[in-house]
């Protein structure tokens, strides 16, 4: 299993500051043959379902503000909220794609300071 | 528009078996490529992936949980179906059904129906 590290648990930003998630995976999820990492991030907030934000590391999902924005490649990934509003308090995950088991990271709680 | 709601019991007794039904909307199983996912999240815990199916019927399980897992999927009625034997209490947790369309993310996803396992 490729087993998905997330860091920090928490972190508290103030409003227009950015905010960075980390996330490393056990094994690289690049693809060698497209050239592609099969690495996705989803925002979950309270009493609400996961969120797709990005697929492919770095590929915004329709609608995602473009403050939002993820880079890595192989085993080292980033979430990046590049100005944090009010309404991204939340907690992020990402996860793999690349084979199954399907597995995720263990969440980073993002909160305003 | 793609949507996906889960149903199913709301409390299990211990040794039981649980069946969940996600019935869908805006897509077909029958289309190459698609799979639809269970995943589940204890309350305060981060995400497990449980099972896919897809189009051709291919399953895939949890290794860890796979002895007490069955996916099936009914075309006609849009509707897939997860039994999990056994219900311990640690299997207490919010279960989400999921839509995938070939190798990619979960880009879809249901409400969720919280399922609690107590005597």
């Known amino acids: 299993d490729i087993v998905m590290t997330q860091s920090p648990d928490s972190l508290a930003v103030s409003l227009g500051e950015r905010a960075t998630v980390n996330c490393k995976s056990s094994q690289s999820v690049l693809y060698s043959s497209n050239n592609k990492n099969y690495l996705s991030w989803y925002q979950q907030k309270p009493g609400q379902p996961p969120k797709l934000l990005i697929y492919w590391a770095s590929t915004r999902e329709s609608g995602v503000p473009d403050r939002f924005s993820g880079s890595g490649s192989g085993t080292d990934f980033t979430l990046t909220i590049s100005s944090l509003q009010a309404e991204d308090v939340a907690v992020y995950y990402c996860q793999q794609y690349y084979s199954t088991p399907l597995t995720f990271g263990g969440g980073t709680k993002v909160e305003i300071k | 528009q793609i949507t996906l709601k889960e149903s199913g019991p709301t409390l299990v007794k211990p040794t039981q078996t649980l069946t969940l039904t996600c019935t869908f909307s805006g897509f077909s199983l029958s289309t190459s490529g698609v799979g639809v996912g269970w995943i589940r999240q204890p309350p305060g815990k981060a995400l497990e992936w449980l099972a896919l199916v897809y189009w051709d019927d291919d399953k895939r399980y949890s290794p860890s949980l796979k002895s007490r897992l069955t996916i099936t999927k009914d075309t006609s009625k849009n509707q897939v179906v997860l039994t999990m034997t056994n219900m311990d209490p640690v299997d207490t947790a919010t279960y989400y059904c999921?839509?995938?369309?070939?190798?990619?993310?979960?880009?879809?996803w249901g409400q969720g129906t919280l399922v609690t396992v107590s005597s």
């Open positions: 999921a839509h995938r369309h070939g190798v990619t993310s979960l880009d879809y």
